[in-house]
């Protein structure tokens, strides 16, 4: 093990010529409002990101497949939610006992499911999110059914959030700076570790190794990033409902990953993206393709957005087994090699 690479045996110098693009990217990303992109969008996109991020962390180098993560992601929303709204504390420190509510559960729950894998580890973190969610279906603050309303924005720094632009940036910076630090993670000797334990936890072991150390350690490190990504969605949105803790919101953000790429830099975030969009722009896609094609079909597909993620999930089942970024590295490596 000491002998492998910390950079997934992708060489140093590939990925600082990655580095420009991602440079380009994130400035794109910086001005996209000012080129037509609606803030609030771009904020739930990176939202999603995050949150998919944080599961491509635990499930793409840890190999657990966790349902759970919609706990962390809304129950971090309802806690920023009641820190603003009924304790009146600052926007800060309401995010960090958001991220905070997120570790704890995280913590929780790594430490009862850790120890299995497979369907038995995913099995418990269904049973114990649906636990939280039970929770705050029941609790007085958070409005049941009807959510949590009236999230205000607050300030950072002396810095109104309260307009679009403004939060957009922030949410930007939050996201690049988590997604930076997930990847240093991967490409650290913690990461060697748990790309060990996902391909042969026996004989890392038989190494010397606590195995069950490092996964309850990535299971709470993906679980703060979780609920920083629902601590800022519930700053965006401006409110928290029970669809943000729901396990269904854990098999969207799997979807996501899975399209863009498990276990991949770029995947979720293009999952996150692809999925987001569609589910708000179907109407609009919906009547471009009755448009060009003159197939009035086309129009109920604003009532199916869950019929056509699902055929997107199907088609990258079928056509990309890797997800989209995964197919893509793939096809692309035999190339690299004869250079």
């Keep these: 093990m000491s002998g492998s690479s910390p950079a997934q045996g992708v060489p140093r110098g590939r990925w600082s010529q990655?580095?420009?693009?991602?440079?380009?990217?994130?400035?794109?990303?910086?001005?996209?409002?000012?080129?037509?992109?609606?803030?609030?969008?771009?904020?739930?996109?990176?939202?999603?990101?995050?949150?998919?991020?944080?599961?491509?962390?635990?499930?793409?180098?840890?190999?657990?497949?966790?349902?759970?993560?919609?706990?962390?992601?809304?129950?971090?929303?309802?806690?920023?939610?009641?820190?603003?709204?009924?304790?009146?504390?600052?926007?800060?420190?309401?995010?960090?006992?958001?991220?905070?509510?997120?570790?704890?559960?995280?913590?929780?729950?790594?430490?009862?499911?850790?120890?299995?894998?497979?369907?038995y580890f995913s099995m418990i973190t269904l049973a114990l999110a649906q636990i939280v969610y039970f929770y705050f279906l029941q609790a007085s603050f958070t409005g049941g059914e009807d959510g949590l309303q009236g999230i205000p924005r607050g300030t950072l720094l002396g810095l109104s959030l309260q307009p679009d632009r403004v939060l957009y940036e922030v949410v930007l910076c939050a996201f690049a700076l988590s997604w930076w630090f997930m990847r240093r993670i991967n490409r650290s000797p913690f990461g060697q570790i748990l790309r060990a334990a996902r391909e042969n936890e026996p004989r890392l072991v038989s190494l010397g190794y606590h195995a069950a150390r490092y996964k309850l350690g990535v299971f709470v490190l993906s679980a703060v990033f979780a609920g920083l990504a629902g601590a800022l969605k519930a700053l965006v949105m401006g409110f928290e409902t029970l669809d943000d803790v729901?396990?269904?919101?854990?098999?969207?953000?799997?979807?996501?990953?899975?399209?863009?790429?498990?276990?991949?830099?770029?995947?979720?975030?293009?999952?996150?993206?692809?999925?987001?969009?569609?589910?708000?722009?179907?109407?609009?896609?919906?009547?471009?393709?009755?448009?060009?094609?003159?197939?009035?079909?086309?129009?109920?597909?604003?009532?199916?957005?869950?019929?056509?993620?699902?055929?997107?999930?199907?088609?990258?089942?079928?056509?990309?087994?890797?997800?989209?970024?995964?197919e893509i590295a793939a096809r692309l490596a035999p190339r690299r090699s004869t250079d």
């Design 18 to 119: 990655s580095w420009p693009w991602l440079w380009l990217l994130l400035a794109l990303a910086a001005v996209a409002p000012w080129l037509g992109l609606y803030p609030v969008l771009g904020m739930r996109i990176m939202c999603f990101a995050l949150l998919a991020c944080a599961f491509n962390l635990l499930a793409g180098y840890g190999g657990l497949i966790s349902f759970g993560h919609a706990a962390m992601f809304g129950g971090a929303g309802y806690i920023v939610g009641q820190a603003l709204v009924q304790w009146h504390l600052p926007t800060p420190l309401g995010v960090l006992l958001g991220v905070g509510f997120a570790a704890g559960v995280g913590l929780v729950m790594g430490l009862v499911s850790v120890r299995r894998s497979g369907i």
């Design 246 to 326: 729901h396990w269904a919101t854990s098999g969207l953000v799997i979807l996501m990953t899975l399209v863009g790429g498990l276990g991949t830099d770029l995947g979720p975030v293009l999952g996150a993206l692809i999925i987001t969009v569609l589910e708000d722009k179907i109407g609009l896609i919906s009547r471009s393709l009755v448009h060009l094609t003159g197939i009035a079909w086309f129009a109920h597909l604003s009532d199916s957005v869950g019929t056509v993620i699902g055929g997107i999930f199907v088609l990258c089942v079928l056509l990309f087994r890797r997800g989209i970024i995964g």
